[in-house]
């Protein structure tokens, strides 16, 4: 058994008396989430750790164990649960999305073309950030916008770097297999020209984490007229950077 000493049953009910919402069950499954953040606990040393009756936290422990909030390691010991990691990681991808803003202005207005940045949710891409051009002839992404994985750079990028090692397996319907997924990856860049629409070409490039897994995918896109037949030989240097910035803030 683990023993929780009297700091951490001060530090767990300290949170419930400064922070208090006035709406108990709420308070109490927060103090249950405050108490399990630092290592596992039975649901005594649970009841212990929050100055909450053994009976109250039991029934609040299933309860939040349903919704997935908390789990139970083999020895019976309460933890974290995989959906409170999946929500911190959306808080992630809306943080990315909001600091975006500046760096795809200025890439935009290094090239000349709309900027995007996109982020996986499930089996789609959704556009979490855009900056279009202010006139004239553009490929206009409007933000929440929810697009296949099976054809454009930011999904070949996407893709490319899903797993710790090697591409994600593309779609069935993708216009790409995954030995061009693999190129990607070496060379650090996508490059599509009339893949997700017929007359617009995009290049991009990936925000990686520190495991080097996607975090989510820079882009520009535009007329394929303008872009020209290599589009990463002209864009990708500056999407790659666009990259590495957002990946520093």
């Known amino acids: 058994m683990i023993v929780v000493n009297e700091s951490h049953i001060l530090r767990c009910y300290s ?31 649970l009841s212990d750790a929050t100055g909450i009756p053994r009976p109250t936290t039991h029934r609040l422990a299933l309860a939040m164990e349903q919704h997935g909030l ?5 020895q019976g010991q309460f933890h974290i649960g995989g959906r409170v990691e999946e929500l911190a990681e959306a808080a992630g991808k809306t943080d990315l999305a909001r ?11 290094d090239t000349g073309e709309s900027a995007q940045l996109y982020q996986r949710v499930g089996e789609r891409r959704v556009c979490t950030a ?20 099976s054809a454009g750079s930011a999904a070949q990028v996407l893709l490319a770097w ?5 591409p994600n397996v593309p779609p069935a319907t993708a216009a790409f297999s995954v030995q061009q997924l693999q190129s990607v990856r070496e060379r650090g860049w996508a490059a599509s ?4 629409e017929p007359e617009v070409a995009s290049v991009s490039a990936p925000v990686l984490a520190r495991n080097s897994r996607a975090l989510a ?21 500056r999407v790659m950077e666009a990259g590495r910035q957002l990946a520093a803030v």
């Open 15 to 45: 949170h419930v008396v400064d922070k208090s919402t006035k709406v108990g069950v709420l308070d109490k499954a927060v103090a249950i989430l405050d108490a399990l953040e630092i290592h596992p606990l039975t649901l005594n040393d």
């Open 70 to 74: 908390i789990a139970r390691n083999p």
């Open 99 to 109: 600091r975006s803003l500046d760096i795809l202005t200025q890439l935009r207005d």
């Open 130 to 149: 855009a900056v279009d051009l202010a006139s004239g002839l553009r490929d206009t992404v409007p933000q929440g916008a929810a697009l296949t994985m």
């Open 162 to 166: 899903g797993g710790d090692n090697q």
């Open 193 to 196: 020209i009339g893949e997700r």
């Open 217 to 237: 995918a820079v882009s520009i896109s535009g007329p394929v007229a303008r872009f020209g037949e290599s589009p990463g030989e002209r864009f990708a240097d």
